[in-house]
């Protein structure tokens, strides 16, 4: 089991950089693919980025070319970097850790908050 805190949210202009850190409990870390998810207001909560344990990654189309999803297993860490940001990416930011039987994300953070003003 693994309990993924997250932080580095905030407030920045448009065009601006974020980088987002997630840190998970337990020895385990590495055996998870991890994802990064966002929920916006009056919005349900959306797919942004996923690492796997191999290191391969995925992304949403919004986000492509602009963010980075990367893990440091060494540190228990996994990080998004937001480039190039717009209003549009304003929205709770979410990491999880998936559980390899059962292909779910499961473990959820508690959510961190970026506003980018326009």
């Known amino acids: 089991q693994v309990q993924p805190v997250e932080s580095g949210g905030g407030l920045v202009q448009a065009g601006g950089s974020l980088r987002l850190s997630c840190v998970g409990s337990?020895?385990?870390?590495?055996?998870?693919?991890m994802g990064w998810f966002r929920q916006g207001p009056g919005k349900e909560r959306d797919f942004v980025a996923e690492?796997?344990?191999?290191?391969?990654?995925r992304y949403a189309d919004s986000v492509k070319g602009r963010f980075t999803i990367s893990r440091d297993n060494a540190k228990n860490a996994v990080y998004l970097q937001m480039n190039s940001l717009k209003p549009e990416d304003t929205a709770v930011y979410y990491c999880?850790?998936?559980?390899?039987?059962?292909?779910?994300?499961?473990?959820w953070g508690q959510g961190t908050q970026v506003t980018v003003s326009s």
């Open positions: 337990g020895r385990t870390f590495g055996s998870y693919a």
């Open positions: 999880a850790a998936q559980v390899l039987a059962t292909s779910r994300y499961e473990y």
């Open positions: 690492i796997r344990r191999s290191g391969a990654t």
